[in-house]
């Protein structure tokens, strides 16, 4: 039995796939980066169709494309081969890179995020090429390998290959299910923007007896900066942060009104995050804070000792990483001007700030009630059995607009993974069921979108 | 040649007491501070005296005395064996336990703070054993190896050996020289107060998209708890924290002002520190700042992601580690409970606060112009040559106060330590003048203390 045509068992596949420590935030996984990117030339190129590595200043991407047919509709398929780290380590009930099967799920790092997700729509165009022969729509694979650190080289990809990547609309899985894992249609994710501090102080580590009280602690200053960012009800008080951010529109606040209910309100999304208590900026729900109001983040913050015990010392630097995530229609940029500028002012003398701004995208938004996003949700409906619900997902992925910008098409959000599947966490996992599902709904949804044409 | 009499050169004497890495703080090295004791054990019998180690449930106790004659004075030094952690290691131009000697200095971790000192001290008493065959005083050395982590276990060992410590007065030499390294005898200290926020949100780290907004960071949290503790002056917001504050008499400000002359006013301070500009409490001088006034330090504060690049997670957990300095007469646990409820009072919902109260001892201060303080003066200004300064530290000795307590003697401290010895961080270093002063200095010392009878 070898239902996929490229070698057996879905699951094995998967296995496969994800045993690539493809890390792309840590250089020295350079190597598993490339490794990852050939097996999926040789996935590609298994089930029929055409495919090339393109080396990029980063790492590589992988294309691949049915014979074009002129008179068929061209659907583009993004997704992404690199992971997040797997770190901290001791989290994982065992190793990030041994797939795992359990209770049936499939644990490992890039299990949802995102190689179950793409491979599930690579697995779907294969079933369809060996039961059918053809596919129903002109079909481009776009499988990059550095979404996990903002995409730095894929515009200009996108600029460079335009015309081979010509196309009707873009389909990605690449977010989750609706709550109780039912179907759901993605029509807005938030931006991003990264920012690094280093605060630096006295030219060495410092003795806090001996020049405490003297001098600036750089732990201290990385402290007050970052608890400048929000006042106590947990709003933004960078000047301007606000500003551009569209409103939600009254049909948006019943929409999420009524998904927090389907969620199971309050109490479920604490114990989906594993939290005593919700908190966030006051005037909003949970959903819609999440959703649909922008936020500022610290994913990081150290300086001085960090091992057991006491070592009286003054640090000479400190840091925080930080991110900001953005909706309609607030610029990346602007925002963090903004912040520098709010952040400098407060930077007291004797400290030297340095900042560092990372990757960088804006908020995406597409209609669900379009032709495309209407067969979207009928792909959705009958390989999941439910209507899909219509969602506002918190992530980012800063490469909508960039498509959208250079392609000229909207994109539609066909996510995949199962809420509780952990992605960035420890014990990252998929279910098998929304991994087998996504194959079907692949198959529907080139049905669907051919008959739109 | 032999001038110490039990083996050689005194900076030979002094490597090999250098090449134990006796890092007390860190449980894996309890070997090693084993055999730094019993490196000690028996340099003090070669000299010939009765010398003992002494297990506690930490490091071990190294005692050593001379036989008692009731018609001469008792004279106890107080010294430490154990070590801060050398780290950062990068910082060290060459390895922290592999002594190095440069530009007439010693480079190791240990070499002013404490082993070079308390070394000078017995080789004066091998000089003066050797030369004149008895000593003008009855001589006690107490060496203890757990001073880096607040001897935790000296005040139960000096209950229990009270009577075999009977002493008239405790000299130590565990401190620094003056400006531009002269002659120097320190009246007080700071002490100290310790104490570890960690502070417990989401079960685990979540993904700083889809949970961000709708739960507390406890990255955020621990930075707005840090920076509740100043206001943008530098002085301290914990309710209460001055109230017990000794105020400064007008000599005493004076003397400091006269110190803040002799050091180079505070560019001097600059340089040493490192800094591009002074920073502290408003309405006190730098040398004030450091000696006579009360502060809380951030020695280190960590969560969330600390690797390159970024990293888009919400931490589970961050922590600050505190430690309060003090001066006479604030007591620590009043601080450690003012500053607990402090916290806790500002604690958001969601966030677990743990707080764990470390090493503490309070503020420390002698009387310079008493009989045996003149004596200190006298040993100081003629082993140095000039008269000696009289100084604050702002660092901490928090076995002062129990000594007085336990002992009812007062200590009297002849620091030896060359001002830019960088004790608590890479590349700390003694002036080899000042070894060898120093023992010259034990010498007239114990001759002066034996006069005052």
């Known amino acids: 039995m070898d239902p996929v045509g490229i070698g057996g068992d879905p699951l094995e596949e998967l296995k496969s796939f994800l045993r690539f420590p493809s890390i792309s935030t840590q250089p020295e996984h350079a190597p598993d980066l490339a490794s990852c990117a050939e097996w999926l030339w040789e996935k ?3 089930i029929g169709l055409t495919a090339a590595i393109h080396s990029t200043p980063g790492s590589p991407v992988v294309l691949a494309s049915s014979p074009h047919d002129p008179a068929k509709r061209t659907v583009l398929i ?3 081969y690199d992971v997040q780290p797997p770190e901290p380590l001791a989290g994982w009930t065992t190793p990030p890179f041994e797939p795992r099967i359990e209770n049936g799920r499939i644990h490992a790092r890039g299990a949802a995020d995102n190689k179950g997700q793409i491979l599930a729509h690579i697995l779907g165009v294969s079933e369809t090429l060996r039961e059918k ?6 079909i481009i694979f776009l499988i990059e ?5 903002g995409s730095p080289n894929l515009e ?5 290959h335009r015309e081979e990547l010509a196309c009707d609309l873009v389909a990605i899985s690449d977010t989750a299910m609706g ?4 179907a759901a249609l993605t029509y807005a994710l938030r931006g991003i923007a990264a920012m690094e501090l280093l605060v630096r102080g006295p030219a060495r580590d410092l003795h806090s007896g001996l020049f405490g009280g003297a001098v600036a602690n750089p732990a201290t200053v990385v402290a007050r900066l970052v608890a400048s960012l929000h006042d106590t009800d947990g709003r933004v008080l960078i000047p301007g942060f606000y500003d551009a951010v569209r409103p939600l529109e009254p049909w948006e606040r019943a929409a999420a009104a009524d998904l927090e209910k389907a969620a199971g309100g309050d109490d479920a999304i604490k114990e989906l995050a594993g939290v005593i208590e919700l908190s966030g900026e006051k005037g909003f729900t949970t959903i819609e804070r999440i959703g649909a109001r922008p936020t500022a983040e610290v994913n990081g913050i150290g300086g001085g000792y960090q091992g057991e015990g006491t070592k009286t010392v003054l640090p000479k630097e400190a840091f925080a990483k930080l991110t900001f995530r953005l909706v ?3 610029n990346p940029a602007v925002i963090l001007a903004a912040a520098e500028e709010y952040l400098r002012a407060q930077t007291p003398p004797g400290i030297l700030l340095e900042i560092t701004t990372g990757h960088s ?3 995406y938004q597409s209609d669900p009630n379009s032709t495309d996003g209407l067969a979207a949700r009928k792909a959705l409906k009958e390989a999941f059995g439910t209507e899909p619900l219509l969602l506002r997902d918190g992530g980012s992925i800063p490469i909508l607009a960039t498509l959208k910008e250079i392609l000229g098409v909207d994109s539609y959000l066909l996510g995949l993974a199962n809420p509780d599947c952990r992605i960035h966490s420890p014990n990252e996992n998929m279910l098998i069921e929304n991994f087998l599902g996504g194959i079907r709904m692949n198959k529907i949804l080139l049905e669907e979108l051919g008959k739109a044409s």
Request: hydrophobic letters at 40%.
């Open 133 to 138: 022969g053809a596919l129903p729509v002109n």
């Open 179 to 182: 709550p109780g894992n039912k």
């Open 145 to 149: 390998g550095e979404e996990e650190i």
């Open 44 to 46: 590609l190129t298994a």
């Open 361 to 363: 995208g804006a908020a």
């Open 156 to 160: 200009a990809f996108l600029r460079e």
């Open 328 to 330: 309609a229609d607030q």
């Open 78 to 80: 993004y997704g992404h």
